[in-house]
C-alpha cells in the first residue's frame, strides 16, 4: 500500500484534514499517517476537532508550541525529518499557511520526497504576515499545487510555478458534511442564552492585530460600539487572550467566550446575524452558511467574496467596521453562486492518487 505522511498543527488545518483523511480512509488505498506538531495544544483548541470530526489519531505528536517563530519552525524541523526518514512514504501533505506547513515542506523537501500542497496559491501581498512567508515558501517548492480558487490559480501561473490545478475548497465539504449534524450535536445556542436573540460572532486572533495596539484597540472599540445595539459573542483566541489581560483591556459588551469546537462554531455563525473576523477560514465558512463578513484586516486572500459583496475589508477602522454592519445588518444576499467548488475532498484524493502512482 502507498503510504503518505501528513502534517498538522493548527486548528485549520484540522478542519480540512478531517475532509481529506475521511476520503483517504474510504479507499483504503493509502496509508495515511499524520504528524501533529503541537503548534496549538490546548483542549479546545485541538483535541476536540479531532473527537468531534473523527480524524485519526496522529501517530506522532511532537509537542513544539509556545516558542518564537524560528524556534518553532526549527524543532519542528528536526521532529519531522527524523518521522520522514523512519516512515518513509511516497508523498508528505501539508494544509495551508502555518509555521507546520512550512516546517513540513521544507524537511520533505530537503529529503527529495514528493510535497502536495493543499490551499496552493493564496496570496494577501502583504509579506509582513507570517503566513504570506510560508505561503510562498512552501509553494516555491511544492511538487503538487491544489489551488482553491481561480484566483489561487493565477496567482501561481504569475510566479511561474508549474503543476498547479484548481480543486475547489476543501473547507466548503466541512461545512456541507458536519454542518448536517450540528444543530443535533451542539448545545451552544441555548448554552449561552442566545435562542432567537440577535447576535454577530467575532473572532480576532491574527498577530498584526494582536501585536499592535492601535488596530486591537480600534477593532475592540467597533465591537463595543455593535456590542450596545447587538449582542456580540466572541470566542477567544489564546494569543489574543494573553494580549487582552496583560494591557488591562475589558469590554463589557462582549460576550467572550472559550474557543469552541466545530460544530458549536457552524451553530454560532448559522445562527448569527453576520460575522465580523480577521480569520481566513471563517470568512468562507460565514459565506457557506449564507452571512455576510466584515473582514477586520487590510486585505483578504478571498476577494471573491468582497467582489461579490458578500464582504468588506474594513482593515482596523472603527468607522468603516460600523458602517459595514449599518449596511450588511438587514441586507439580503443570493449566496447560491459557486465561488468554491464542489465534492473537492475526492477531486485532491485524485490528484494524490496520480501522484503516488495508483491507476
Ligand atoms: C496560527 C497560524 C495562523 C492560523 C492560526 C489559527 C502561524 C504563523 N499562524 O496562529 O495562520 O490562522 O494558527 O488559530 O502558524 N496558544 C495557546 N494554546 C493553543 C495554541 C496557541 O495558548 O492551543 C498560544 C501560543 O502558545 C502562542 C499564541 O497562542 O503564544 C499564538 O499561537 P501560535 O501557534 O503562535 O499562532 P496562532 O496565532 O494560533
Not at 473582514?295 to 482593515?315: K, P, Y
Amino acid at each position: 500500500m502507498k503510504k503518505i505522511v501528513t502534517i498538522l498543527g493548527a486548528r485549520p488545518q484540522f478542519v480540512k484534514a478531517a475532509v481529506l483523511s475521511r476520503v483517504i480512509l474510504e479507499h483504503q488505498e493509502i496509508e495515511e499517517v499524520i504528524v501533529h506538531t503541537g503548534q496549538h495544544y490546548d483542549p479546545n483548541m485541538s483535541a476536540v476537532f479531532f473527537e468531534e470530526m473523527e480524524i485519526p489519531k496522529p501517530k506522532y505528536n511532537l509537542n513544539v508550541n509556545g516558542l518564537s517563530h524560528a524556534k518553532m519552525t526549527a524543532e519542528m524541523m528536526v521532529g519531522i525529518e527524523e518521522i520522514l526518514l523512519y516512515e518513509k512514504p511516497d508523498t508528505v501533505l501539508v494544509y495551508g499557511d502555518t509555521n507546520s506547513t512550512m516546517a513540513g515542506a521544507l524537511v520533505a523537501k530537503k529529503l527529495d520526497l514528493k510535497l502536495v500542497h493543499v490551499e496552493a496559491g493564496l496570496r494577501s501581498f502583504n509579506r509582513q504576515m507570517p503566513e504570506e512567508i510560508n505561503r510562498i515558501v512552501t509553494d516555491s517548492i511544492s511538487d503538487l499545487l491544489l489551488c482553491p480558487t481561480d484566483t489561487a490559480v493565477q496567482n501561481l501561473k504569475n510566479e511561474g510555478v508549474q503543476n498547479v490545478i484548481q480543486c475547489g475548497d476543501i473547507m466548503k465539504d466541512a461545512v456541507a458534511f458536519y454542518g448536517k449534524f450540528s444543530a443535533e450535536k451542539s448545545t451552544v445556542i441555548s448554552d449561552l442564552n442566545l435562542t432567537d436573540i440577535p447576535f454577530v460572532l467575532a473572532t480576532i486572533h491574527r498577530q498584526e492585530n494582536t501585536d499592535h495596539l492601535d488596530n486591537l484597540s480600534a477593532i475592540f472599540n467597533g465591537l463595543e460600539t455593535i456590542g450596545k445595539d447587538v449582542k456580540i459573542v466572541l470566542p477567544l483566541h489564546p494569543r489574543t487572550k494573553k494580549i487582552l489581560q496583560q494591557r488591562r483591556l475589558f469590554h463589557k459588551n462582549i460576550l467572550f467566550i472559550d474557543p469552541v469546537g466545530y460544530f458549536d462554531m457552524l451553530e454560532l455563525i448559522k445562527n448569527s446575524i453576520l460575522v465580523i473576523t480577521d480569520s481566513g477560514g471563517l470568512q468562507k465558512e460565514a459565506f457557506f452558511n449564507k452571512k455576510h463578513c466584515i473582514i477586520a484586516r487590510t486585505e483578504t486572500e478571498w476577494v471573491e467574496l468582497v467582489q461579490h459583496d458578500f464582504a468588506r475589508i474594513v482593515g482596523s477602522d472603527t468607522k468603516e467596521m460600523m458602517d459595514a454592519f449599518e449596511y450588511f445588518r438587514n441586507k439580503t444576499s443570493d449566496f447560491s453562486i459557486n465561488l468554491f467548488g464542489e465534492n473537492v475532498g475526492e477531486t485532491i484524493y485524485c490528484q494524490i492518487k496520480d501522484l503516488v502512482g495508483i491507476n
